[in-house]
C-alpha cells in the first residue's frame, strides 16, 4: 500500500503562517500498514517501523517533516488504545529517504480511538508561540468527557537543520525499527485565546523491541521482515529526556 503524503510547504512553517484545522480522518483500529515492498527494494524509498503512546498508555499521532522536501508525513498511527497495548501492533510507513523532525504530535486522554482534528497550523495571533511551538487542547463528546492535544512546531531550528524534538535520518531502501516512543508535552503561561497555548515543555523516550517488531512487520510481509534493522531517534535541542 501507499503512503498517505500530507503537503506542507517549510516555507509556511518557518513563518509561522495562519492557517485552518484540517478535516476529520478516520480512525485506525490496527496498525497502519502503508508498505510499498517494489519501492523499497528498488531503493526509490525506505520502510519505518514506529509506534509512539503517551505516559498513560494511550496512542499519540506523530506527523514528521521532510527537511529536504517540507512535506509532512503521518508516521504513527490513532490506534485504538487497548488494541495497541494487548497486541503490541506497530506503523509501517514508506516514506522517501531524507532527513525527518518531529513538527506535530496529537493524543487524547480519553480511552476511546477516535480524535477530532487535524494539525493546525502555527499562528503567532492566537497565542504567544514559544521557540518550541504552540499547543491546542480541545474538549469534545458527551458533557465534554475527551480532552485533545495537539503540539505544533515548526520542527527545526533556525539552521534548518537541527530538530527541535526529535529526528531521524533514513537512507535508500533502508527497513528501520525506530522503537516503542513514550512522548508527553505541556503548556507554558495562561490560555491567549480559548483553547491555544504557547508550548512549555515536550519530553521522550524510546524503548527498542526489534525482534516483537520484526515479528509484527513479517505478518504484513515476511521479506521486510528479515531486512528489518534497528534504527534511532536523535533527541532535539528543546527536548527532555522522559
Not at 97 to 103: E, H, I, K, T
Not at 178 to 183: A, K, S, Y
Request: aromatic fraction near 8%; charge should be positive; proline fraction near 5%.
Amino acid at each position: 500500500m501507499h503512503f498517505k503524503r500530507l503537503a506542507l510547504p517549510f516555507l509556511l512553517l518557518a513563518l509561522l503562517a495562519p492557517g485552518c484545522a484540517g478535516t476529520t480522518r478516520t480512525p485506525f483500529t490496527g496498525s497502519m500498514a502503508r508498505i510499498d515492498a517494489d519501492s523499497v527494494n528498488n531503493g526509490t524509498k525506505s520502510l519505518v517501523v514506529m509506534r509512539v503512546s503517551t505516559t498513560w498508555g494511550t496512542p499519540a499521532e506523530t506527523r514528521w517533516l521532510n527537511v529536504e522536501s517540507g512535506e509532512l508525513y503521518i508516521v504513527t498511527s490513532r490506534f485504538a488504545a487497548g488494541t495497541q497495548q494487548v497486541a503490541q501492533e506497530y506503523d509501517m510507513v514508506t516514506l522517501p529517504p531524507g532527513r525527518y523532525v518531529l513538527a506535530y504530535v496529537q493524543y487524547s486522554e480519553s480511552t476511546r480511538s477516535s480524535l477530532p482534528f487535524g494539525p493546525f497550523d502555527i499562528d503567532p495571533s492566537l497565542s504567544n508561540v514559544s521557540n518550541l511551538g504552540q499547543v491546542k487542547l480541545e474538549k469534545s463528546g458527551v458533557d465534554s468527557d475527551k480532552l485533545t492535544s495537539s503540539l505544533r512546531s515548526t520542527g527545526v531550528a533556525r539552521d534548518g537543520r537541527t530538530p527541535l524534538i526529535a529526528g531521524f535520518t533514513l537512507g535508500r531502501g533502508e527497513v528501520r525499527y525506530l522503537g516503542d516512543m513514550t512522548i508527553g508535552f505541556g503548556i507554558a503561561g495562561t490560555m491567549q485565546l480559548p483553547g491555544y497555548y504557547p508550548a512549555g515543555k515536550v519530553a521522550w523516550s524510546t524503548h527498542n523491541d526489534l525482534e516483537r517488531a520484526r515479528l509484527s512487520l513479517s505478518r504484513e510481509n515476511a521479506v521486510m521482515g528479515d531486512k528489518l534493522q534497528q534504527g534511532q531517534v536523535v533527541r532535539g535541542s528543546l527536548a527532555v529526556r522522559l
